[in-house]
Nanobody, 126 residues
């Protein structure tokens, strides 16, 4: 069982940048696919980005494509979400998630992941 702890959230300005980290403890981090989701007040938890266990493949929601970058450092047991060109609509609680996803899984669904961090608030002012 892995445990996830997010950090790096806070207040950002429109057009600015923030970097989120997800520190992973427990079983071998490098075996897990990683993803970031976000949830705004009163809304569902939405997919943001995902990366495979070795970082060889990444995917992004259309709303963040070209602005956000997901990465991982298996030596440091940490995943990252670099967020550039922030917009007020990026305001949400951001969660990282880990799972050993079977082939052909829909990695954009929150239900595909069983291990979650506690979330970190990101607020973007205009």
């Amino acid at each position: 069982q892995v445990q996830l702890v997010e950090s790096g959230g806070g207040l950002g300005q429109a057009g600015g940048s923030l970097r989120l980290s997800c520190a992973v403890s427990g079983r071998t981090f490098s075996r897990y696919d990683m993803a970031w989701f976000r949830q705004a007040p009163g809304k569902e938890r939405d997919f943001v980005a995902a990366t495979t266990w070795n970082g060889g493949r990444t995917s992004y929601a259309d709303s963040v494509k070209g602005r956000f970058t997901i990465s991982r450092d298996n030596a440091k047991n940490t995943a990252y979400l670099q967020m550039n060109s922030l917009k007020p609509e990026d305001t949400a609680v951001y969660y990282c998630a880990a799972e050993r996803l079977p082939l052909n899984s829909d990695y954009t669904l929150p239900t595909a992941y069983h291990t979650w961090g506690q979330g970190t608030q990101v607020t973007v002012s205009s």
